[in-house]
């Protein structure tokens, strides 16, 4: 997924449209506008891991951690989690791993780690009990206030379909269903990569649960939404 500076908006009016209406090619262009070059090259790695680009996501990862050597250890730490997250998507899941835990020791207080974990955990179908104690670390982070001020471009709602999946993944079940609402009355509709992520979440959720008939719907409206992207993949 993606992240963006929040500084206090809604992430949707920080947003290109060209990115929320997944043109891609175009968001690349609009996102390198950004006065602050470390900035930029957050938002533009996080366009191309939404494009399933995950090479060129790397480098331009690997860039920005370069330009933030000495900078906001919040910066630094959601730029080691994009650098995890498209080497995870390339199949490197313990060199992934081992980055994402740094990025955790960089900035305790970012959010943005633990999702990705819990997430890593989810896709490669491994640890799911340590996925939700994870998870769990997550959700207390967001109840105290004391989170980043980088949040996932699909809203706060996110962290809470990520917690309902990590619940589902062991079998408990009863309080999924209240999150996947609670999160939905928080997720950015208007940004359709991530409303493609929301359906595919809920998928998943909906497998962990037997509901395969379900679960096939969703994926196929993922699909319908962004095409290009990877939303549409177990």
């Known amino acids: 997924g993606g992240f963006i500076i929040y500084r206090r908006r809604k992430p949707s009016q920080l947003l290109p449209k060209s990115l929320a209406q997944v043109d ?92 990705a974990i819990v997430n890593s955990y989810n896709d490669n179908q491994v640890y799911p009990e340590r996925a939700l104690e994870l998870s769990n670390e997550m959700m207390k982070i967001l109840d105290s206030n004391r989170f980043s001020s980088i949040v996932q471009t699909e809203g706060k709602g996110i962290y809470k379909l990520t917690h309902a999946l990590a619940l589902a993944n062991v079998g408990q079940f009863e309080n999924v269903e209240p999150l996947i609402e609670q999160a939905r009355a928080e997720y950015e509709w208007d940004f359709l990569p991530g409303r493609a992520k929301f359906y595919h979440m809920q998928a998943r959720i909906l497998l962990a649960m037997n509901d395969v008939d379900r679960a096939k719907e969703l994926l196929n409206k993922a699909i319908e939404i962004d095409p290009n992207g990877d939303n549409g993949k177990l």
Do not use: W
Not at 67 to 78: F, K, R, V, W
């Open 24 to 115: 891609y090619d175009k968001a690349v262009k609009d996102v390198r506008k950004t006065d602050f070059i470390s900035i930029q090259l957050l938002n533009v790695g996080s366009v191309h891991t939404y494009a399933s680009q995950y090479e060129t996501a790397s480098n331009v990862y690997l860039q920005a951690l370069r330009e933030l050597q000495a900078s906001n250890p919040s910066y630094l730490s959601t730029a080691l989690v994009g650098l995890a997250y498209a080497i995870d998507r390339l199949g490197k899941f313990d060199e992934a791993l081992r980055m994402y835990e740094a990025a955790v020791v960089i900035f305790p207080e970012n959010q943005i780690p633990y999702q």
